[in-house]
């Protein structure tokens, strides 16, 4: 274990650890034995309910050291007096980040870094599809502390995460195993084809954990981390592959193109147009007139298919129609317009 223990100066120049009972056979042992004068206290950062399913959380941050100024941060950067925020007070968080915090006086040394993870159930990788080159990449995602995933012993070695949809990603986190990556990047695309490096590592230590806050949030639905070396002559071994953020706002669907009419008889009129990459379905609008009111007329729901015949017409009667795009429930700008007459009885 490591003794870590602040408390109020005192005046002296020798000091003796003195062991009463040992914790094992041996005898006692010691790496370093470390003696600090001048030192403000490390701050405790005390964070209330200790529940990952809460709504928030209360963090609650105190040095020893009368006096102090506490400063810290919430997305995992270094705090300091010129690149922090300054603790006036107990506050809160709702989502999963990494706190950390420092104390500084003036005339004394400044505190070592404290950190402490704020845990929420947001995870939103947990529970969903992970792809890997080799080995079982779901056991990264499982939620899982004691599963991991665990490539062939070789270079390069990939895990892709699906999350089934678009999300604005503000955080990832990596708890590595001692078969790690020594250099790495972690990936985002949208179709899972097209990868954009958000993230580079390199000489990294074994075992590590990546914990990341974006500066910006990005946008994607799959994440890959792809190890370009190993850190031990074992493969790439991950503990869990964490994603927080939320659910992105899907953009307005592209509308229709190539909207064409094909009339066959006197009471019915078929249209098509051009698939929309990704729409959930289509929705037809008519009208008898150009400059009219459009009345959609799938009424029974969104069309599957790229082509719709309406049925009931009036003979040699002109009609006019428009197709839009459905995904996600938001719908795309109308579509060109088209004209079709119906043929005499």
Known sequence: HTLEEFFRQVSGRYLMVYGIERATGYGYSIWEFEVYANKVSTPVIIIEPDDVNATEKLVTITSDTDGAEIWYTTDGTEPSPADGIKYTGPFTVTCTTTIKAMAYKPGMNNSNVASVLVQFNDNVAKGKTATASSGDAYAAIDGNSGSRWES??????????????????????????????????????????????????????????????????????????????????????????????????????????????????????????????????????????????????????????????????????????????????????????????????
């Not at 949809?165 to 250099?183: G, L, N």
């Not at 459905?326 to 795309?332: A, H, L, Q, T």
């Open 152 to 345: 062939e012993h070789s270079d390069p070695q990939w895990i892709i995460v699906d999350l089934g949809a678009d999300y604005s990603i503000r955080k990832i986190r990596i708890v590595w195993e001692t078969a790690c990556a020594k250099d790495y990047t972690i990936d985002i695309s949208e179709d899972g084809d097209n990868w954009t490096t958000i993230i580079t590592k390199t000489d990294m230590p074994s075992p590590h954990t990546m914990d990341e806050t974006l500066k910006e949030q990005v946008t994607a639905r799959y994440v890959r981390m792809y190890g370009t070396k190993r850190a031990t002559g074992w493969g790439y071994s991950i503990f869990e592959f964490e994603i927080y953020g939320t659910l992105a706002d899907s953009p307005s669907p592209l509308s229709p193109t190539a909207l064409a009419v094909t009339v066959t008889s006197s009471d019915a009129i078929t249209l098509s147009w051009d698939d929309v990459k990704g729409a959930d379905g289509y929705n037809v609008y008519q009208s008898v007139s150009p400059d009219g009111i459009f009345t959609k007329i799938n009424e029974g729901g969104l069309i599957t298919e790229t082509s719709f015949t309406v049925t009931g017409l009036e003979p040699d009667t002109d009609y006019y129609y428009r197709v839009t795009a459905v995904k996600d429930r938001k719908e795309s700008e109308y579509s060109e317009t088209v004209h079709g007459r119906t043929l005499l009885e």
